[in-house]
T-cell receptor, first 113, second 117 residues
């Protein structure tokens, strides 16, 4: 069990650029979640996959955000035309079943200048 | 919509002492789960303890226990014999238990716990 892996750990980008983050869940975990955490706040839910199917999306996930999980393995979260308000820690978590604990990654910290 | 409130932005405790972190929540659902997560500085978030709403007995995990008051919608975390490694942000979280319901966790804003030697 190597844990949930997120890359990159840090990303600095200029406003208007596109960024993509990657999450590799624990092997055989069919559920994968994305959360966003801003300074001084708890994580906020963005979206969730069961295998390759995206089953739930938050209203926080504007048209500029898109997430994929091809083949039900790793997932990517893309933000187009980044804005300063997108600066946050983006957390990925996975779990093997509905009532199992979530295993979180270390997150990707995005800074938009 | 469900909300989770943690009214203590920061708490401190002396090593070996006991501390209680508060959490209240609002929901109209009868079936749900409550969690406490720990986020150490620059490290990943880990589950401390969880409580199913249908269980009357308070959950316990070693030095960590909860006081679950369903009618009052209160879910506090007690840490006994505090250790330096307990220093972290603690988040209270809610998840619906309704069949076919949302699987998202709703988090509070967190409480920063400092453990003094």
């Amino acid at each position: 069990d190597t844990g949930v892996s997120q890359n990159p750990r840090h990303k600095i980008t200029k406003r208007g650029q596109n960024v993509t983050f990657r999450c590799d869940p624990i092997s055989e975990h069919n559920r994968l979640y994305w959360y966003r955490q801003t300074l001084g706040q708890g994580p906020e839910f963005l979206t969730y996959f069961q295998n390759e199917a995206q089953l739930e999306k938050s209203r926080l996930l504007s048209d500029r955000f898109s997430a994929e999980r091809p083949k039900g393995s790793f997932s990517t979260l893309e933000i187009q035309r980044t804005e300063q308000g997108d600066s946050a820690m983006y957390l990925c978590a996975s779990s093997p079943a509905l009532n199992s604990p979530l295993h979180f990654g270390n997150g990707t910290r995005l800074t938009v200048t | 919509a469900q909300t989770v409130t943690q009214s203590q932005p920061e708490m401190s405790v002396q090593e070996a002492e006991t501390v209680t972190l508060s959490c209240t929540y609002d929901t109209s659902e009868s079936d749900y789960y409550l969690f406490w997560y720990k986020q150490p500085p620059s490290r990943q978030m880990i589950l401390v303890i969880r409580q199913e709403a249908y269980k009357q007995q308070n959950a316990t995990e070693n030095r960590f226990s909860v006081n679950f008051q369903k009618a009052a919608k209160s879910f506090s975390l007690k840490i006994s014999d505090s250790q330096l490694g307990d220093a972290a942000m603690y988040f209270c979280a809610y998840r619906s238990g309704a069949q076919g319901g949302s699987e998202k966790l709703v988090f509070g804003k967190g409480t920063k716990l400092t453990v003094n030697p």
